[in-house]
């Protein structure tokens, strides 16, 4: 357990609850409500205590029954203010005492908030009443509580409260109870952030011997120890006598003379609330991360999940349809007339790579043929569902849904490393909450996305090289008929032309399917833009955002827990 000391603890303990007020506002949401309540209350108790008086400091007198706080308390004030009983216990209501006078209504808003009635709120003080323990004490607020270990609820809840507000706690035992196992469990072992603000008075000590007075005292600056309050002041007195008095006044002094008590309570206040929130918002990983500076998705986990992306979009089976497509179209727009007359004298025959044959075939043929004289662009979908279906209105290509998952719960378990379970918690809900949105997107962009899918430009003269060349080999073929023309001759130049024809549909063809593969690259490109895009918007961009939040968050942690 770390245990920040006096005043490197108390420096800066505005900022530090600055920084608290941030980081609730900062993990609303994120961390579970409960666990924020403790901060929220001792922001609400700073508010209050630094709207009160900041020359005086409340000082309680906690104790079990029968310990002599009631005679504490008077041998501190001087004058019997607080009622004594040797029997039984008549501390039934706490008892103040205000030490100036003339300053009783500005101490007034802080012994209300501790419960004490109005007519039990005294001064120390007169006119004719000026010493030299008054003037040290200057500031001082005691007051008298009821005995922790009643038998009356109301009195265990009120000295609870006190000792939850109170500037300086002191509390008061006796050589019988100073190890009663109830009051170390339920308030020093509580308490262990606060020994600052804490005196222990071992009362009584006129019924010891003298050898058994440092004896004894040795023994309970064990148990508080153990505690886990080191070097809390452990003080022995004798209210009757009037033994040790001097000492703790001298204590009480130090605190109400520095004004910083009511700091010093605030800072312990926080201190342990900042002991309960570490394990919800540091871990091995994110002290490494805030260390490095990172606030972001890792390279490797943005490129894992883009390959992932791709694939649910289907992008290389995109690339190949487009391909196909563009293919058809090309090698339709280039291709030699003998393979639409082939077309015609044997319907069923293949239109080449890329062609189906039957009326689908043909049909596909003559919608490629339409589409050389078509609109310059086709969107991405349309292209994919006419080279994956004959129909006039195929099916929609949307995004591989379980593929998605996959992508977003990996993503998840790169993002969410670093998070304490809470807020790792709440991410993971975040992204994998985002999965109808992203595919719909992607689904958008695969609809959205246009590609250049007009034949190409060399048709024309490709077209014209067709026609020369079959042209001449039906001159020629003529002139085999042609009186006194060689016959060989004419036959070898119809050949050659024929011949010329079919190279240029071979060469022509091939062309046309390398661009159509260079514009399913193309697609691929134009398609990986647009679901860098998604992923930034939907994704990384969110995640990024988490991540700052909490590395904003663990900054203010920091502050609240340093200083």
Request: charged letters at 25%.
């Amino acid at each position: 357990m770390r245990v920040i000391r006096g005043s490197q603890r108390t420096l800066g303990v505005g900022a530090r609850l600055d920084a608290l007020a941030r980081l609730v506002a900062t993990a609303e949401d994120r961390l579970p409500q409960p666990a924020l309540d403790p901060a929220r209350e001792v922001l609400r108790r700073a508010a209050a205590r630094f709207g009160m008086s900041a020359e005086h400091t409340v000082v309680i007198l906690g104790g079990a029954t029968g310990v002599g706080k009631s005679s504490l308390f008077n041998a501190l004030v001087g004058i019997g203010l607080s009622p004594v009983a040797v029997r039984r216990p008549t501390t039934t209501q706490a008892i103040a005492c205000v030490w100036e006078a003339d300053r009783l209504a500005e101490a007034r808003p802080l012994l209300d908030r501790l419960g004490v009635e109005s007519r039990r709120q005294l001064t120390r003080d007169s006119a004719l009443d000026r010493t030299a323990v008054r003037d040290a004490l200057a500031g001082l607020v005691l007051v008298d509580l009821p005995d922790h270990d009643s038998a009356v609820r109301e009195h265990q809840i009120e000295v609870d409260q006190a000792v939850s507000l109170a500037d300086v706690v002191v509390w008061v035992t006796d050589p019988q109870k100073y190890a009663d196992a109830s009051w170390h469990d339920r308030y020093l072992k509580a308490l262990a952030h606060h020994a600052d603000i804490m005196l222990i008075v071992l009362n009584q000590t006129d019924r010891l011997p003298p050898e058994a007075v440092a004896e004894c005292t040795a023994d309970l600056v064990r148990l508080v120890e153990d505690d886990g309050l080191t070097g809390i002041p452990v003080i022995p007195v004798s209210a009757r006598t009037r033994e040790g008095l001097d000492e703790l006044r001298r204590r009480l002094t130090e605190r109400v003379s520095g004004r910083r008590a009511a700091a010093d309570r605030l800072a312990a206040d926080v201190d342990r609330v900042a002991e309960r929130l570490a394990p919800m918002l540091v871990t091995t990983e994110s002290s490494a991360q805030q260390d490095d500076g990172e606030a972001a998705v890792s390279d490797e986990a943005r490129a894992e999940a883009m390959d992932g992306l791709r694939a649910a979009a289907g992008v290389s089976s995109l690339a190949d349809a487009v391909s196909e497509r563009i293919a058809v179209r090309g090698q339709a727009a280039v291709s030699t007339p003998l393979r639409f007359l082939r077309e015609l004298v044997d319907p069923g025959t293949s239109a080449g790579p890329g062609g189906s044959g039957g009326a689908g075939g043909s049909g596909r043929a003559t919608a490629d043929r339409r589409g050389t004289d078509g609109a310059s662009g086709a969107s991405l979908r349309d292209l994919v569902r006419a080279a994956t279906d004959s129909a006039d209105a195929p099916a929609p290509v949307p995004v591989d849904r379980a593929a998605l998952e996959t992508v977003l719960s990996r993503l998840s378990d790169a993002a969410t490393a670093p998070l304490p379970p809470d807020w790792s918690r709440a991410l993971r809900n975040q992204i994998t909450g985002s999965r109808r949105k992203v595919a719909d997107r992607i689904d958008a962009a695969l609809a959205a996305s246009e590609i250049d899918a007009r034949p190409p430009s060399r048709r024309l003269l490709v077209q014209t090289g067709h026609i020369a060349l079959l042209t001449l080999t039906a001159l020629w073929v003529v002139f085999c008929f042609v009186p006194g023309f060689p016959e060989a001759l004419a036959i070898a130049l119809a050949a050659l032309s024929l011949l010329g024809s079919i190279a240029l549909d071979i060469t022509a063809r091939r062309k046309a399917r390398q661009s159509a593969l260079a514009a399913g690259q193309v697609a691929v490109g134009q398609l990986s833009v647009e679901l860098a895009a998604v992923a930034q918007d939907e994704l990384f961009g969110p995640i990024g955002e988490e991540l700052s939040r909490y590395r904003s968050a663990l900054a203010d942690f920091k502050t609240v827990r340093d200083g």
